[in-house]
Each structure stands twice: as structure tokens, then as C-alpha cells.
């Protein structure tokens, strides 16, 4: 297993990157759920927020946006196609996702070389991809406290993570008799001590045949 970094200079028409440029701006999100061509995330921003909603409200590709704090929105939308891309390669997004009007940063974990050559290809139908570094991922041996250990423990066994997802994370919430926003915070965490301790025992390797590091994969 390894990790990714992709770099995505984004055609296809996406809410996220008109708000990047409207309010000349660049963000990161955190991937909270794909589901039914869906993706839900969480996006913190430090000014215009109250535009930034409205435009978010304004837009047909959103149909869900939620205030959680003052700059914190969680948000439902319609997906461009990229996070797609990556869950149905068996990837999956490791920390906050980059966004700027002119481009996209991705850090995905993968568990096959064919993995990433199928999500760079994906990736060539909504822009122009550039791969960059490359590292390898030893299994994590981070501790989780009870409660991260059992929402996540249950995700796994109804079927959260698989493709298609077998189990919505509404679905996870009622289960465990916890709220919607509460289970995504705990996958969240828990996932984040997973991966930050096995990626902090990474070793770089080469880029795959084919793909250059910083070398742009361009549309056919």
C-alpha cells in the first residue's frame, strides 16, 4: 500500500472551484462520504462566509449545506467525478484536499499500482493530471479509543467502505443511536490516527512506469 500525491487542473464545471474564483480564494475540504454520485465534505474558510453560503445555497449542484460553526460548513453535493474516481480505484483521500480556482491537490492512499493508473485515467476525463511524489505505507499501529474503535469496527463490518457502500453513514448513525455529524467526526478521526501513523513510517519509492513525477497527463 502506498501513498499518492495527484495534482488536477479541473475543466469540468464544478461549484467548488467557482467559489475559488469568485472570491479569489483557495481552501481545503475533508471528505466525509461518497455516496450515490454524491459526496459530502467539510469546508472551513477564514472570511465571506456568509457569501460563500449563499453562493453554496444558490448553486444547483448542492443539495445539502449545513452551518457547523461560524466558518465551518458541512455540504452535500453533486461529484465532479475526481473523488469517484479514487473510491471506485480503492483509494482513499488522505488528508484535506486542496482547492484553488486554478487547480486541485490530492493525497490518496492506494493499495495497487493498477489503482493509480486507473484513477489517473479517470482523472483525464475531467482535466489534466500531474503526478507527484510517491510513498510507500507500513500498517499503522495507532490506538483508538473505544468509541472511534467501535463506529468504526461496525462501518467496516456493514459494509461503509466497500463499492458500492453497503450502509450510508445515516444508516451507521442510527445503529449506534448517535447523531449524523457525530459518527462522521468519529470515522473521521479514527481514520486520521490510522493513516498519520502509517504514513509516518513511508518510504519513498519510484513513480510508476508511465507516469512521470510532475509530468502532465493530458486529455485524449
Keep these: 500500500m502506498f501513498q499518492a500525491e495527484i495534482h488536477l487542473q479541473q475543466e469540468k464545471s464544478c461549484v467548488l472551484s467557482d467559489i475559488a474564483a469568485r472570491f479569489d480564494t483557495s481552501f481545503e475540504v475533508a471528505i466525509e462520504e461518497l455516496h450515490d454520485h454524491q459526496v459530502t465534505f467539510i469546508i472551513e474558510l477564514e472570511e465571506a462566509c456568509e457569501k460563500v453560503y449563499e453562493f453554496f445555497e444558490q448553486s444547483s449542484q448542492v443539495t445539502h449545506i449545513e452551518r457547523l460553526t461560524e466558518t465551518t460548513f458541512l455540504v452535500t453535493k453533486t461529484s465532479c467525478g475526481a473523488y469517484e474516481a479514487v473510491d471506485r480505484n480503492h483509494g482513499i483521500m488522505r488528508r484535506r484536499n486542496y482547492i484553488s480556482s486554478s487547480r486541485r491537490e490530492y493525497t490518496v492512499l492506494l493499495f495497487r499500482r493498477e489503482d493509480l493508473r486507473a484513477v489517473i485515467e479517470e482523472f ?69 490516527k490510522l493513516l498519520s501513523d502509517a504514513l509516518s513510517h513511508g518510504e519513498r519509492v519510484p513513480a510508476f512506469p508511465g507516469y512521470v513525477d510532475q509530468t502532465s497527463a493530458s486529455k485524449p
Design 124 to 192: 483525464k476525463e475531467i482535466g489534466t493530471a500531474t503526478l507527484g511524489h510517491v510513498k510507500e505505507f507500513h500498517p499503522p499501529t495507532a490506538a483508538l479509543t473505544p468509541r472511534q474503535y467501535e463506529v468504526l469496527e461496525l462501518a467496516l463490518e456493514r459494509g461503509y467502505f466497500e463499492w458500492p457502500r453497503r450502509l450510508t453513514s445515516e444508516e451507521l448513525a442510527q445503529e449506534l443511536e448517535i447523531t449524523h455529524s457525530t459518527v462522521l467526526e468519529h470515522l473521521r478521526k479514527a481514520e486520521s
